[in-house]
């Protein structure tokens, strides 16, 4: 099937990925583009009809957007394929409860979650390659809606040839640095690299987290908890994703051993087993919109659509008090 045939006004699968013009390792933009044509490619070969949505949160004001730059690298995709929203840097700012943290993933991609056309979205990661197996599941449409679905991530080694990257250079038991693994019952690890799930649930679960601001680890982990205490499934789809050398955590976690609350990423203690609950105005849902270019929107900054940093409506417990005692109320309203 074409690359065209693969595109629809309403798509089986939308990509969500989010990033910046800011070189974030080295090559983030060749990384980046590698990942976006070789899954590109594969859903279309298979027919599997999918749109990418790239949220560029904070961009750099003395860089071109990612959006644009992504934009001339692969016409053919933009914007049939591929549509950006540009977050204002004064959102980052808005939402900043520690400075160290200069990127708010998780919050840039429930803005692509809330702007999704897709009856399944993937939030995964721009360096991500999906598998041989994962492929053909989205092609045999056979996805069970209320079930998130995750995959184990495999790091391959650092020093491969990269001209040419094919299933024969990732399915190569030799290339292959470490497997994350994930077990039950919520199958937490590596799971910002790829969480799908139907775009109905994802809205019923309103996102990521955006109560909890302070870090940005755990929180993929963290909306595992969430949709296992919502009553879903989750399930290993038995097939891996792909990635280039480690991640970044791993990379740079043994100078923060002794000092978390000094990571770029957010002390890495905070209670993420505890459910939250976001506004029903989550993923920027209130802010105003305008047009750059045919593929890219920007995101224009308005106080209404930042939630307030405290809630006084509520107090969530952990999701284990209240699986393990159905008598309490998950919610204590005051």
């Known amino acids: 099937m074409t690359a065209s045939a693969a595109h629809a006004s309403d798509p089986y699968l ?54 644009a730059v992504v934009e001339d690298a692969s016409p053919g995709m933009v914007p049939e394929f591929l549509t950006s929203y540009v977050v204002d840097p004064e959102y980052h700012e808005a939402f900043s409860l520690n400075p160290r943290l200069v990127f708010q993933e998780f919050i840039a991609k429930n803005v692509g979650i809330r702007r ?15 598998s041989r197996g994962i492929i053909e599941r989205l092609a045999a449409r056979s996805l069970e809606e209320r079930t998130l679905y995750r ?26 640095e470490i497997v994350n693994e994930i077990r039950p019952p919520c199958y937490t690890n590596a799971s910002g690299d790829f969480l799908l799930l139907d775009r109905d649930s994802s809205h019923r679960l309103g996102g990521f987290n955006e109560v909890y601001r302070a870090a940005k680890i755990h929180v993929d982990g963290n909306f595992c908890v969430k949709a296992s205490s919502a009553g879903l499934k989750i399930v290993d789809l038995g097939s891996p994703v792909y990635h280039l050398g480690q991640g970044t955590l791993y990379a740079h976690h043994p100078r923060y051993r002794e000092r978390p609350e000094l990571a770029p990423w957010g002390d890495i203690r905070w209670n993420s087993t505890v459910v939250y609950e976001n506004r029903a105005d989550w993923g920027l849902a209130a802010a105003p919109q305008r047009p750059v ?5 920007y995101l224009d900054f308005d106080w209404e659509a930042v939630p307030p940093m405290l809630d006084l409506r509520r107090i969530l417990l952990p999701a284990a008090r209240t699986s393990a005692d159905s008598s309490r109320q998950s919610e204590v309203t005051r």
């Open 14 to 67: 939308t990509v969500v990925l989010t990033g910046r013009n800011d070189n974030f390792g080295g090559d983030f933009t060749e990384r980046f583009l590698r990942a976006l044509r070789f899954n590109h490619q594969h859903l279309a070969d298979a027919g599997v009809s999918h749109e990418f949505v790239l949220v560029e949160w904070s961009p750099l004001s003395d860089r071109p957007f990612l959006a």
């Open 116 to 130: 999704s056309r897709g009856r399944f979205v993937l939030t995964t990661n721009t360096d991500i390659f999906l």
């Open 293 to 297: 270019s045919a593929g890219i929107h």
């Open 151 to 176: 995959a184990v991530r495999v790091d391959l080694r650092n020093g491969l040839d990269v001209s040419h990257l094919g299933w024969d250079v990732f399915e190569e038991d030799g290339n292959v």
